[in-house]
C-alpha cells in the first residue's frame, strides 16, 4: 500500500506561482510513476504532469513551459511547481503514484487561481 498526502494549495493571483508537494509514504518501493492530475469543476480528471522513476517527464499542452514536476528522493517527495498561472488552471489537484500495476491517489488539494 503507498499513502500519498498532497499539500501547497491555496488561492493565488493570475500570474502567480505555487507550489504542491506529495509526499509518499507506506510500501514505496517500486514506484514506477508519479504524476499529478487534476480536475476542475464540471470536467473530467486530466493528466497535468508525470514522472517515471528514471526521471522522465511528461506535461499537458496546456502546462508546458509553465510547470514543471521535481522530485526529492530523500524525501519521497514529488512537487508541482506552478508559474505563470491562469485562472483556468483552478482545479483540485490530485497526486497519483503506480506500483505494480496499481495506481494509488492523494485526497487532492484545491488551487484556485483568481483575483
Known amino acids: 500500500q503507498v499513502q500519498l498526502v498532497e499539500s501547497g494549495g491555496g488561492l493565488v493571483q493570475p500570474g502567480g506561482s505555487l507550489r504542491l508537494s506529495c509526499a509518499a509514504s507506506g510500501s514505496i518501493f517500486s514506484i514506477n510513476y508519479m504524476a499529478w492530475y487534476r480536475q476542475a469543476p464540471g470536467k473530467q480528471r486530466e493528466l497535468v504532469a508525470g514522472i517515471t522513476s528514471g526521471g522522465s517527464t511528461n506535461y499537458a499542452d496546456s502546462v508546458k513551459g509553465r510547470f514543471t514536476i521535481p522530485r526529492d528522493n530523500a524525501k519521497n517527495t514529488v512537487y508541482l511547481q506552478m508559474s505563470s498561472l491562469k485562472p483556468e488552471d483552478t482545479a483540485v489537484y490530485y497526486c497519483?503514484?503506480?506500483?505494480?500495476?496499481?495506481?494509488?491517489w492523494g485526497k487532492g488539494t484545491l488551487v484556485t487561481v483568481s483575483s
Open positions: 497519483n503514484a503506480v506500483q505494480f500495476g496499481m495506481a494509488y
